[in-house]
């Protein structure tokens, strides 16, 4: 039912043993240099006031920095935990949970030059957004207003992705097994089939809302990948043959990394000829095996720190799905 009606409101290597920890101490004497420079640089900004406001370039600098340290800081200790035992570690649950804070703050910051990151679902919209979305995707943005329409015709890219999500969503066993237009007939018809109060009340669900968000936070991360790996294809596509000059050893690495991409299913191997000229048009034609990979999230961190920004702004899944069979058993 939330599928129908989300789809139709869119139309290394590391050091071992005491080196390991040698390391780690190392790198938290590097941090702790790095975070009292950042602290002192904070200070003498926020001397002006709002940071933000004032020079947000730096401010955003300044953030960045600061996590990007930690972040090493994380990686470090989990390397040097691994390193000390041959046998698998036990997840870190305040370690996952930090690289998820992380993660979300980053992002967060990246929007903070353009507008202020909504911390409640009652705040009306702010100015800003569409300025971070250009910003941030560039020639992309106008497939993110596309799949956030609510009136216009889903266009190429938005049909490969709910594709996958079908898939993701447990919908399908296989990728494509049936078109989008199917599924979401499908599920509508079983949607109608419900009462007028049950459709009601899913339709001004805060759950709803929250798949909504999510949904549009993945579909951004589904344009990001795919120009990555559209990228790299128009790179492997361009080496196709050695040129005249080349030596043995160039033609023979591009011939490796033109078979490796095969291998590693990147796409139809586009020849240069061949390429899509726009990312629509090459997300457009992807398999929907390979739209999964790209639709699906890659990390676990990644992951949590999704659920954990939808989770503080409109509550966890969990809770909001017993509030919403409460509301639907209730009639309310």
Known sequence: HAFASCYRRSASGGTHG????????????????????????????????????????????????????????????????????????????RRDTRAAALLEESALNRLRPFTIPAEWIDIPPLHGGEEAVVAMLGEDAPLVENFLSQTGTVGKVGMAFWQAELYLRSLQETPGEVSVEEAVETAGKQLDSESSEFRETL??????????????????????RGRQRWQLERELSSVGSAEPEEDDFVAALKRKSQEYAGSMGLGKTFSKAQQPSTLEDYLGELPPEQAVELVRVATGEATAALDRRATSIFGSEEELLRDFERLAASGA
């Open 18 to 93: 005491r080196d390991a920890a040698a390391a780690v101490l190392r790198r938290r004497a590097q941090v702790g240099a790095s975070a009292e420079g950042a602290e002192e640089e904070e200070e003498e900004v926020g001397e002006w006031g709002n940071p933000w406001r004032d020079d947000p370039t730096r401010a955003l600098r300044v953030a960045l920095e600061r996590a990007d340290v930690e972040w090493s800081l994380l990686q470090l200790t989990k390397e040097a935990e691994t390193s000390k035992s041959s046998l698998p570690s036990s997840p870190d649950l």
């Open 203 to 224: 339709q001004n669900s805060v759950l709803l809302a929250r798949q909504n968000f999510v949904s549009a936070a993945r579909f951004g991360y589904f344009l990001r």
